[in-house]
């Protein structure tokens, strides 16, 4: 009995501490379980896990799911699902092999290696997507046909109308300057990596600094200094680290010397360079901000929030759900049709299997990030987060030799016991 009071009296004071700090503890669980699971790869593969190399692999294989995962958090905080995701995806990716390789340069005589190739295919993938997204959107907003129904049959349509756009065929090489967007092909290199670095150091410290006055100026509580000041050079450390990691990562040497050739210079003796951040890891930041500015700043973040929380209150309140239905599945749609950009850029051609399986990682990146299944929960960072854990365990098992039917079955479990874990956190928290 004196032990449970004991308890009892510190839990307070804990909690407290916690509170004042403003701690999340979901968001400090899921960074020490990635932690501990780069650890143990590490350890396993005698440490080739987090060697520069394989963490860039790993960052640009993460991307394209991250992508989705950022969308799928709306979708999931409305209350509804997309399981189509890969297969939008396979054909917003087969709409810009084929305008790339066959409709710009044989249908409209555009000359292969034209600057507007690779733009133009763009634009047409995301048009394509967007719409295909606008329309799921619309069956189940104006139609009222579930959401599972409607994706579900988007899941076989979609990855079949990829098949005969390209009539079953591997289509590619890509164009060189669309391949910019797969990571290895397209990064900013040493210099220019630091400074994007530096620059997102500043502005994470000037965004701290803006909203603790912002919390004082409307009389909010706000963390003591010290606790601020140590968040910032946690961050600036956590930035920094990841590009002189990445920058580790050299160019092999043939490779340096065609790029010197092509700019008519001869390599200097003993030269290095390395990788740097990649082009594409660049965009899923852009896009972290944006959906994130959406989420929390914007009508339309507050009114998909509004919906998920309780949907006929939101939809007594004024607001229009069944276009907020098709807005977000658009959104879905857009996002889909960027992973299919980076994802078919990254192979350098388009493959009948691309996406294949992506609707079951992108899920389980929203769901192991924090988002609820029974919506008005989610944040853009905790997808992100969990794409790249669900990333480093396949990426971790492959290394140490898994085969690929087990390592699906491992990734099934854990989304199953990530969603547990969800249902005990909410309940212990007292958290809907």
């Given at each position: ?8 009296a ?6 407290g ?13 899921m ?8 650890l ?11 060697t ?5 692999n ?11 995962a950022?969308?799928m958090v ?7 699902i ?9 054909t ?27 733009p133009?295919?763009?634009?047409a993938g995301?048009v394509?997507?967007t ?8 069956l189940?907003?104006y139609l009222t046909?579930?959401?599972f ?8 349509v979609?990855?079949?109308?990829a098949?005969?756009l ?9 164009d060189e300057?669309?391949q910019?967007l797969?990571g ?8 220019g990596s630091?400074?994007?670095g ?12 803006s909203?603790?006055?912002s919390k ?12 601020e ?6 961050i ?7 590009v002189?990691l ?23 003796e ?6 740097g ?6 965009l899923l ?12 700043k ?16 939101a939809?007594?309140s004024?607001?229009?759900?069944r276009?907020?239905t ?5 959104l ?9 950009a ?14 294949t ?11 192991i990030?924090?988002?609820a ?14 794409a790249l854990?669900m990333q480093s365990?396949q ?5 140490v030799?898994?085969?690929a ?5 491992v ?6 016991l990530?969603?547990?874990?969800d ?10």
């Amino acid at each position: 009995m004196a032990d449970t009071t004991g308890s009892d009296a510190t839990s307070p004071r804990r909690k407290g501490l916690l509170d004042t700090l403003e701690v999340d503890t979901r968001l400090l669980g899921m960074i020490g379980a990635f932690v501990v699971l780069c650890l143990v790869f590490n350890f396993v593969t005698e440490g080739r896990f987090l060697t520069p190399r394989n963490v860039f692999n790993l960052t640009i294989q993460t991307v394209s799911v991250a992508l989705m995962a950022t969308g799928m958090v709306f979708i999931i905080v409305t209350r509804h699902i997309d399981l189509s995701v890969g297969s939008l995806l396979a054909t917003c990716s087969a709409v810009m092999a084929m305008t790339q390789t066959v409709v710009l340069p044989n249908w409209l005589g555009f000359d292969y290696g034209s600057g507007a190739i690779a733009p133009l295919a763009l634009i047409a993938g995301l048009v394509v997507g967007t719409l295909i997204g606008a329309f799921n959107g619309w069956l189940v907003g104006y139609l009222t046909i579930p959401a599972f129904i409607v994706t579900l049959g988007g899941l076989l349509v979609w990855r079949n109308v990829a098949w005969y756009l390209t009539n079953g065929q591997t289509i590619g090489p890509l164009d060189e300057t669309f391949q910019l967007l797969g990571g290895i092909n397209g990064t900013l290199g040493e210099t220019g990596s630091w400074i994007v670095g530096a620059v997102a150091v500043v502005a994470a410290i000037l965004a701290l600094a803006s909203a603790r006055r912002s919390k004082k100026a409307h009389d909010f509580p706000v963390k003591p200094l010290w606790a601020e000041v140590v968040l910032g050079v946690v961050i600036a450390v956590v930035i920094l680290g990841f590009v002189a990691l990445l920058n580790a990562y050299d160019i092999p040497e043939n490779r340096l010397e065609r790029m010197f050739e092509a700019r008519g210079e001869t390599m200097p003796e003993g030269y290095t360079e390395g990788y740097g951040i990649p082009y594409s890891v660049l965009l899923l930041i852009l896009v972290a901000v944006v959906m994130t500015v959406v989420a929390r700043k914007t009508r339309l973040g507050r009114y998909i929030f509004a919906t998920g929380g309780n949907p006929d209150a939101a939809e007594l309140s004024g607001i229009n759900t069944r276009l907020l239905t098709v807005k977000v599945f658009a959104l879905m749609g857009f996002l889909c049709a960027l992973s299919a950009a980076v994802a078919s850029a990254r192979l350098t051609f388009h493959s009948n299997d691309i996406g294949t399986l992506d609707e079951l990682r992108v899920i389980a990146a929203a769901v192991i990030g924090g988002t609820a299944l029974a919506g008005g929960i989610g944040t853009i960072y905790g997808a992100i987060l969990g794409a790249l854990i669900m990333q480093s365990l396949q990426s971790g098992m492959a290394m140490v030799g898994v085969d690929a039917p087990f390592q699906n079955i491992v990734v099934g479990a854990v989304l199953v016991l990530a969603v547990l874990i969800d249902i005990l956190y909410r309940k212990r928290t007292g958290a809907k």
